[in-house]
């Protein structure tokens, strides 16, 4: 099986930072996107960013600028740099990553348990 483990959640005051982690362990032959999605009290769940195994990244209009996503593939783990923090951006943010657990097998969507951030003062 495939496991995400986020970490990095917390509280922060409006404008603080916070840097989240994801980290893939279990049966992976190759990781092709990685992403992180958030969904806050009553709403649905909405992506942030992603990464691709090249590098290639994809912004939610509303943290461009504020928020970077990266990736170690080396280490099947994923960063969102968080900055410039917003009330609005309080949520659990959730990790997802597309894995290839064989050589010639399809990808499948992998769901981490979620950490929440909540920016407040």
């Known amino acids: 099986q495939v496991q995400l483990v986020e970490s990095g959640g917390g509280l922060v005051q409006p404008g603080g930072s916070l840097r989240l982690s994801c980290a893939a362990s279990?049966?992976?032959?190759?990781?092709?996107?990685m992403g992180w999605y958030r969904q806050a009290p009553g709403r649905q769940r909405e992506l942030v960013a992603a990464?691709?195994?090249?590098?290639?990244?994809n912004y939610a209009e509303s943290v461009k600028g504020r928020f970077t996503i990266s990736r170690d593939n080396a280490k099947n783990t994923a960063y969102l740099q968080m900055n410039s923090l917003k009330s609005e951006d309080t949520a659990v943010y959730y990790c997802?990553?597309?894995?290839?657990?064989?050589?010639?097998?399809?990808?499948?969507?992998?769901w981490g348990q979620g950490t929440q951030v909540t920016v407040s003062s």
């Open positions: 990464i691709t195994s090249e590098s290639t990244t």
């Open positions: 279990g049966s992976i032959f190759r990781i092709n996107t």
């Open positions: 997802n990553a597309d894995v290839q657990r064989r050589r010639f097998y399809g990808y499948t969507g992998y």
